[in-house]
């Protein structure tokens, strides 16, 4: 990997430009799911109208590395001039470590404390207690809290896990059983203590006590990144304060974003679509990252991004954390371009292999004899993620020739694992084996090569053993890509087209094309994906089936937006005037498009939203209804008050002093606070008074050179109105 990264920065030199250093200068880091990207700015302290307020100084990449993204971050950092790095007085960062600790299941032992009747976790949630206590919808105890339980559990627990998390029923409406368990485990273990109201205040006990306790699951390995990018920026000079981009799309302090290191997901889409904004200038747009591994698509609308107030879904997690809504499709520039698999042997010719001829009419046989054996439907594009021939050739000297001297007979079976263009090598990480995987692995070295079906020959390694491998990252996947396509077509050259040639004329002969009406074909079926979601996401009522059938049929009827549509990645420009003429509309490639991920962290908002709910209990009397016992319940506890007027006060002048104070710890300057309220009452009988008042409050701001580049793009803007509310989420189909 790390020949990979030279390769990549030694080409183009990876950083680019070195100017005046006067001004707030920055550094934004995105450790993305295969490069991490590094970007330099200068904010200029006065510019003019027609000036950007930003320069991009230098910006960097380098592959991601795993299964600790601080050796890519690391990379990347090597790329810039030290002295520059120096100047920095903010260090921004963006990073999927959260997401990927989840989906390979690297994550702490936790033990989880339920309060109060409620519905039990899965067996994923294998150290868990139920005990007595909790709340009712007034926020009144239910039952008395079981301290004992709690005692006993934990005692027989504390050896087994690192963390702990306490969710109790109602636990919004009171918080004080769920405080007071953390009080008792605190005492007897010192561990950290993870309480659902602490990190959401909506209700839904289920989802809250699964919040919580992927919280705590995760605090071991964010504690470990959070010291690791420290001690890494630090070691290099520079002083500045360190922040992260959360999912939400707001950013904060590395230290305290940690303690909720849930709330890092989708932390990197979050970034991307920040940074198409500000790039491109458009507060309101809709933005593609095309990344290596996935397409993400989201929106902004005047400058705040659109959040799913369900919940982000993590690896089959249902969460309460408020994220950025998404639209996620598992292709990428990495994504591995394969046939069908099959048991049957592969026949020629095939029975229609007539009706497949290329416009040329015309098969490659430049390394070998066609034998047409299959047809276009039997091509898949990912989900998986292997390493490009382009990029592989670059990185092995000698696999070039290995693939050119690669032959497929006639009756070769197609597996998961035995295609065309596949290819297998050891990596230098060791990952804990088993005594079988350890043997079988002996089988590969360190220069690629492709393994058999056949258990006589000395390539042979059984599916299952494979697989194994393969998820432990013991072994790395090589294999024709979509950025393959693209160096055939020459839209995208950055690695070695001869190897990506040679690839696409393996499989090619398979289907009776040509290498470039191949690599066409593969390229329509990317700009084909990347136009579903899209219009997907604006209108979840069409499946993506019927859009992706209407897509293809149709060449008179076509969807269009009125959104810009802004894409960034680092093969977005090769996909931008296919995807413009597919969509009838205008799509945008900004410049540093290709580390717009990097750009994006430096200008995620300071914001904090917080929930109140007032319980109201009445009485009926001669004279109407009496309010009494009216309670607000905050992360400071609950208050009373006489009437709901004095509570709804009280929740207003709270809820702006706590975001003013969070805004004011993270950087952030209170007088630039803007506000939001929303009020919402409960109210079973018209004729009594409502039961519950709920206060939403949200306040976000941003630091001075955030506002510099905001009146920057208001100025490049000022004739354009908002979007009227009735095309903001749709596609025309004209």
Known sequence: MDAAGAKDNSADPGVRGREDMTGSVMIGIDAGGTYTDAVLIRMNTDPGKDEKPMTVLASGKALTTYPDPIGGIRNVLDLFDPEMLKAAGKVCVSTTFATNAVLEKNISPVGLVLIGEQKEPDDRVGCRVKVAGGYDHNGKEAAELDEESIRAFVGKTKDSVSAYAVSAVFGVFNTEHEIRAKQIITEMT?????????LTRSLGAHERALTSYLNASLLPVAK???DAVVSEVRSRGIGGKIMMIKCNGASADLSDVMEKPVETVFSGPAASLTGAAVLSGHETCIAADIGGTSTDVSMITEGFPEISESGAMVAGWQTKVRALKIETVALGGDSHVRLLPDDDLMQAPHKNAGNLQSEEETVDTEFRNPVISHT??????????????????????????TLRLRWVPHNQVITEFIQPTMFYVKNEICPVLTDEEESWLSRLGTEPAAVSEKVWEKTYIPPEILSSLIRKRAVSVIGFTPTDALHVLGDFTEWDEKASEAGA???????GMNKVDFCRFIKRKVVLSIATELIHFMDGKVSREKIMNFLERNEHVFFSTDIPIVLIGASA??????????????????EEYDVG?????????????IDLDITVSVSETKAGYVEKDVCIFTEDGPFRFRTSEEAVAFAKTYSRRKITEYIERNGGRPETVRFGEKISEHQPDPAR???????VTTGIAGTEWQDRNEGYRNDRHETTEKPDAGNDRNFHCL
């Open 573 to 590: 420009e090769a996909y931008r005037e296919d995807l413009e003429k597919l969509l009838r509309s205008k799509v945008t490639v900004p």
């Open 505 to 511: 004329v393996l499989i090619a002969n398979l289907l």
């Open 597 to 609: 991920n990097a750009v994006g962290t430096l200008f995620g908002k300071l914001s904090r939203r």
């Open 224 to 226: 470990s990144f959070t």
């Open 376 to 401: 276009r439907n039997e091509i898949i594009i990912g989900p998986g993620k292997v390493i490009p021939l382009c990029r592989a050739s670059v990185m092995y000297p000698g696999f070039l020739k």
């Open 190 to 198: 010192g561990y950290p203590v993870v309480c659902g109201h602490e």
């Open 689 to 695: 008074p409502p039961v519950q008042i709920t206060i």
